[in-house]
């Protein structure tokens, strides 16, 4: 995955409000186990897998908006699934976050605490080239969580919850995630 930063005046000494907007895209290579079975050798439905089994290209968009220690971010992001070699190809799926953060800044680091709400969709899963039916659907979340930023390190953790979910009754609900993510900044 790689972004590119289209504006960023958040080292700018004119004005109150700051502003950046960040795009890329990236590669999902099918590192994971897609075939896995049961005990007796039977094939685990395809939501049960541990990968796709499939490469998937990812778009992304990132736009913050600041005034003094207060700021709001928006993120979005868009999945493009390939087809495996067992000819069954995940829906795309879409993903959008938006949220309030507040800037706590130390000599050594920078802490943003954050709350936020998550909306995900999944469009339905395809085999040999046929709809399945019972997949597809969306989900909403509630987020909290913290950015840690020390030089060009980041650091970020957050909780999401689900507040509303339409899945079909085939796919296991979404239930809570915990993420930690580190990243380096050129």
Same mark, same amino acid.
């Given at each position: 995955?790689?972004?590119?930063?289209?504006?960023?005046?958040?080292?700018?000494?004119?004005?109150?409000?700051?502003?950046?907007?960040?795009?890329?895209?990236?590669?999902?290579?099918?590192?994971?186990?897609?075939?896995?079975?049961?005990?007796?050798?039977?094939?685990?439905?395809?939501?049960?897998?541990?990968?796709?089994?499939?490469?998937?290209?990812?778009?992304?968009?990132?736009?913050?908006?600041?005034?003094?220690?207060?700021?709001?971010?928006?993120?979005?992001?868009?999945?493009?699934?390939? #087809? $495996?070699?067992?000819?069954? +190809?995940?829906?795309?799926?879409?993903?959008?976050?938006? %949220? =309030?953060? !507040? @800037?706590?800044?130390?000599?050594?680091?920078?802490?943003?605490?954050?709350?936020?709400?998550?909306?995900?969709?999944?469009?339905?899963?395809?085999?040999?080239?046929?709809?399945?039916?019972?997949?597809?659907?969306?989900?909403?979340?509630?987020?909290?969580?913290?950015?840690?930023?020390?030089?060009?390190?980041?650091?970020?953790?957050?909780?999401?919850?689900?507040?509303? #979910? $339409?899945?079909?009754?085939? +796919?296991?609900?979404?239930?809570?995630?915990?993420?930690? %993510? =580190?990243? !380096? @900044?050129?």
């Amino acid at each position: 995955m790689a972004n590119y930063t289209f504006f960023n005046t958040a080292d700018s000494t004119e004005g109150k409000w700051k502003h950046a907007l960040l795009g890329g895209a990236g590669v999902k290579l099918p590192t994971g186990k897609y075939m896995a079975r049961d005990e007796r050798g039977v094939s685990l439905p395809a939501q049960f897998q541990m990968g796709t089994g499939a490469y998937a290209l990812i778009l992304h968009a990132n736009y913050t908006l600041r005034y003094g220690n207060l700021g709001v971010n928006l993120d979005y992001v868009y999945r493009m699934n390939g #087809q $495996n070699e067992r000819s069954y +190809q995940f829906g795309d799926q879409q993903a959008l976050s938006g %949220g =309030v953060f !507040y @800037t706590i800044s130390t000599p050594r680091a920078a802490f943003l605490p954050n709350l936020g709400i998550s909306y995900e969709h999944y469009e339905r899963d395809t085999e040999f080239g046929t709809i399945k039916e019972q997949t597809g659907g969306e989900v909403s979340l509630i987020n909290a969580g913290l950015d840690v930023y020390v030089d060009r390190f980041f650091l970020r953790t957050f909780v999401k919850m689900p507040i509303k #979910q $339409n899945l079909p009754l085939a +796919q296991p609900d979404s239930d809570t995630r915990i993420n930690l %993510g =580190v990243a !380096y @900044t050129f």
